[in-house]
């Protein structure tokens, strides 16, 4: 099977779509399953002080993927090279933690495409779990994978964006009280917050967009501007679809309405749409499933394939190798999807004070790895805030991931 995924052609031939691609890849995994299972979640239990952890999550989005696309991009290295740079086996901690965080994740993910296909035609679990996992099977079978991965996330993710906001109109949330509590909320919850931060930035979903971007050519300092765009780009995509879902949601629970604890999301869109906003629930969470196992098994085989160039030759049965074992390990595991969901992005939330620190040093005292750019100073200080921030709310939040499983 011929690997398309890692690209040796010139940065200038380098289409749109390719672009594109890692714009949604990483978009795609930011609001994926988790993102949608815990903003159902936590809107239900906080209303419309979960804005407050909305707006948060994609302050620290903005400030740690500005600065993780434009270290990557520019030094040319994935992020365990740059850990290993910085100090050797760095990088091995990091892909280890990555992988593992991105296994417990694809496993929430399929979890996810079971919770869609049960609203969208009532499939058991189980049967819908494996029949997603072998969708994503075969985008890797493909000898052009790294198109068809491309343009796979680029059309689900603008059709999860449509969808949402219209039910997002129907339910009729509470705007202003959104935006009030955005700023000045009724109760804070720092296991929420990390939660959230970690289902949409944490873990492998940090890297996606960096590490295609890297496997398509586009390196380097003088491709400062494709990277700037591209970051940009994904990090509006976000947090437009953050927005509309938490609002579909909230106009929902705003209105009075108790959610099913089996499958809150769906029971969500039913109740603001119908029968209807039921099967557009299925297809929407489907969409950002699939597209979440497709971008969790690239990013996470992603950090293992520098280590060995024959890793890189079996590249494409890795990542296949990859969603086998999620796939086993979700038909083996006997806790609730929901569950998977919302422990996986807590996970996460701590993976990512580690790796985002290394990108942190390369730019602060590692220069030389950067060829020669000359690091915004703007940009330094929101990462090392961002930082900080990650690091707070991770330690505040270790004691309650054992309730979670629990």
Do not use: C
């Amino acid at each position: 099977m011929t690997d398309r995924l890692d690209s040796a052609k010139p940065t200038s031939t380098v289409s749109r779509g390719t672009l594109l691609g890692a714009v949604f890849l990483m978009a795609t995994s930011a609001i994926g399953p988790g993102f949608i299972t815990q903003t159902t979640t936590f809107t239900a239990q906080l209303g419309a002080a979960f804005a407050f952890a909305i707006l948060l999550s994609i302050l620290v989005d903005i400030a740690v993927q500005l600065n993780v696309w434009r270290v990557v991009g520019v030094s040319g290295l994935r992020a365990q090279d740059l850990g290993n740079r910085v100090l050797p086996g760095v990088g091995y901690l990091m892909a280890a933690l990555v992988v593992f965080g991105g296994l417990v994740f694809n496993i929430g993910n399929i979890s996810g495409t079971s919770l869609g296909l049960d609203a969208l035609f009532g499939l058991d679990v189980k049967l819908g779990g494996t029949i997603s996992a072998l969708v994503a099977v075969g985008i890797f079978l493909s000898k052009r994978a790294g198109v068809a991965m491309d343009r796979l996330v680029v059309v689900l993710g603008l059709v999860m964006i449509a969808l949402t906001a219209y039910v997002a109109v129907v339910s009729g949330p509470p705007v202003g009280e959104a935006l009030r509590q955005a700023v000045v909320p009724d109760t804070v919850d720092f296991l929420v917050v990390t939660t959230l931060i970690g289902g949409t930035v944490g873990g492998y979903i940090t890297y996606a967009g960096a590490h295609r971007l890297v496997d398509a050519g586009v390196r380097g300092p003088e491709q400062v501007a494709h990277v700037s765009r591209s970051s940009v780009t994904a990090l509006l995509v976000t947090g437009v679809m953050r927005a509309v879902l938490f609002l579909a949601v909230l106009g929902v629970v705003a209105g009075g309405a108790t959610l099913a604890a089996d499958n809150p999301s769906a029971d969500a869109f039913h109740q603001a749409a119908g029968e209807v906003g039921l099967r557009l629930f299925g297809i929407i969470l489907w969409g950002a499933s699939v597209t979440s196992v497709i971008g969790a098994s690239y990013t996470s085989v992603s950090f293992l394939v520098s280590f060995s160039p024959v890793l890189q030759r079996r590249r494409n049965w890795l990542v296949i190798a990859f969603i086998a074992v999620s796939l086993t390990a979700f038909l083996l595991l006997d806790q609730a999807p929901t569950t998977l969901l919302v422990l996986a992005g807590a996970l996460n939330g701590l993976i990512l004070p580690v790796g985002f620190g290394v990108l942190m040093w390369v730019a602060v005292r590692r220069r030389d790895l950067l060829g020669g750019y000359r690091y915004p100073r703007w940009l330094l200080v929101i990462g090392v805030a961002a930082w900080l921030l990650t690091v707070y709310l991770g330690w505040n939040s270790l004691s309650g991931i054992g309730d979670l499983w629990n």
